[in-house]
């Protein structure tokens, strides 16, 4: 636990000294990232998620003075890293003047969090001092260090602002989250960072105009951000010095960040994806909507992003199979065929290698005629069986091998396809309360065009015995 507040107003009376200059930005840049000192202290000062901040708003409410006479509210903010979920709790805390503790998940225990709770109970009791209680991570807490927060947020002993980059739903315990207000954080846009960046390079608590950025360098930063304002100012941070280390001082005027300063600080951009939470979830089901869709280029977008993040091929495969026969089936048979052998090979040789087994698989599949014909027979079936439709197996397809089945007329009228005419005799085959039901309706894609014209013919022979 730590009061945050300390750091930051130390930056604050340093920069804000009529007497600062560059000596004095620099000395606070040394006890602190930029990121750090270019936090926001109010609401004016926050920029993204307008959508919280709009008047009337519970976050503006809450920033504003509480939530009527109860109490304040607790929160949960989610959202991706860097859109300011930890500037949101420091914002609300500063305004109304309250006590600021935190925890990270990381490193807290049961016994942190009871204590938290029992002094911020001290201080409302004794002292009248309402406490904000920031919680980073909190998907990182077990279900019983989560349930240790109950007591304090339901007696409103601590507003709780908790930030997670996973939906709560899944990773944040049913009484806490029905405690708390869920606020969803936007991802920044790309003016959203280009601000930021220019208030970075002009703010007395930021570089004071140091530097002056080009506009390749400030393009550059913001498209490799990824929408993440803390990835964002870091890397303006590191620009920044190389960019001063070379600069001629006697030449006078701020250095000039250029975009080899920028490259040079940041050359990778920012994948948008977390392998336990939605970022997860969300391409994988972009990558199969993109094969659906037949948009190879989308597909192959998606594939890279996920292999970029460092998801297991092994996932991407089996979604692969499964894609080959939910979305391709019999419109292309050798879909199927392509995506097991991937799977295969991706188990054989692994990364880096397997990305190129697996965009071929992925073109393969993108480019296919497209049938669900298949999925929409068994789904069809499922549902006859699960409403309870399917008598008794005809009696001439029981079994008949077993001593006594034939005195039970098992397998009796049975007839052997292979003695009729093209292999198909006419017999029922499903139980009487279904027979003539159609389950597979081939469509006129691809290699299930054939299929379609040769199931017409097979089903009017079975029929022909009535």
């Known amino acids: 636990m730590a009061d945050l507040f300390t750091a930051d107003d130390e930056v604050s009376s340093s920069s804000s000294s009529s007497s600062s200059s560059s000596s004095s930005s620099s000395r606070a840049g040394a006890r602190a990232p930029l990121a750090v ?16 901040l709009a008047p009337g708003a519970p ?3 809450l920033v504003e003075g509480g939530d009527g006479r109860a109490g304040p509210a607790s929160v949960v903010l989610w959202g991706p ?50 406490t904000v209680l920031f919680l980073d991570e909190i998907h990182r807490f077990t279900k019983a260090q989560q349930d240790a927060l109950l007591p304090g947020v339901e007696d409103r002993w601590v507003v709780l602002i908790a930030a997670t980059t996973e939906n709560p ?16 954080l936007r991802e920044l846009t790309g003016d959203d960072v280009r601000v930021l960046l220019q208030r970075a390079v002009a703010d007395e608590r930021g570089l004071a105009g140091e530097v002056e950025l080009s506009p390749e360098a400030l393009d550059h930063l913001v498209r490799v951000s990824g929408g993440d304002a803390r990835r964002a100012l870091t890397a303006l941070e590191a620009a920044a010095g190389v960019a001063l280390d070379e600069h001629d001082a006697s030449a006078g005027g701020p250095a000039t960040v250029s975009l080899a300063h920028a490259e040079r600080a940041l050359d990778v951009a920012a994948v948008r994806y977390d392998r336990a939470g939605d970022q997860h979830y969300d391409v994988a089901s972009a990558l199969i909507k993109s094969l659906r869709g037949s948009d190879v280029d989308a597909a192959l977008h998606y594939l890279a992003r996920m ?24 419109a292309d048979p050798s879909a199927l065929q392509t995506a097991v ?21 992925v073109v393969h599949l993108a480019t296919a005629p497209k049938s669900n014909a298949a999925h929409l ?39 052997y396809p292979h003695d009729a005419p093209h292999a198909v005799a006419a017999q029922q085959h499903l139980p009487d309360d279904l027979d003539g039901r159609e389950y597979y309706a081939p469509t006129d894609r691809g290699f299930e065009r054939d299929v379609r014209s040769r199931l017409e013919r097979i089903r009017a022979l079975l029929r022909a015995r009535r």
């Open 37 to 52: 000192r270019m936090r926001p202290r109010g609401l004016d000062d926050v920029v993204g998620q307008q959508h919280l």
């Open 59 to 61: 976050l503006r409410r």
């Open 81 to 130: 890293p860097g859109t300011g979920k930890t500037t949101l709790a420091h914002v609300v805390s500063r305004a109304a003047g309250w006590r600021f503790a935190e925890l990270s998940a990381v490193t807290a225990g049961v016994r942190d969090v009871r204590r938290v709770v029992e002094e911020a109970r001290d201080a409302r009791d004794l002292h009248g001092r309402r």
């Open 169 to 184: 739903s899944s990773s944040v315990v049913a009484p806490l989250l029905s405690r708390s207000l869920l606020l969803t």
């Open 307 to 330: 292999l970029e993040a460092g998801e297991d091929p092994r996932f991407v495969a089996r979604r692969l199979v499964i894609s080959a026969s939910e979305d391709v089936g019999m």
């Open 341 to 361: 052998a991937a799977a295969q090979a991706v188990a054989m040789i692994g990364m880096p290698e397997a990305r190129i087994v697996l965009a071929q698989a």
């Open 377 to 415: 027979g068994i789904d069809a079936a499922v549902a006859d069986v699960r409403a309870g439709r399917g008598g008794p197996v005809p009696a001439h397809l029981r079994d008949a091998h077993y001593a006594g089945a034939s005195a039970l007329g098992h397998g009796r009228g049975y007839r």
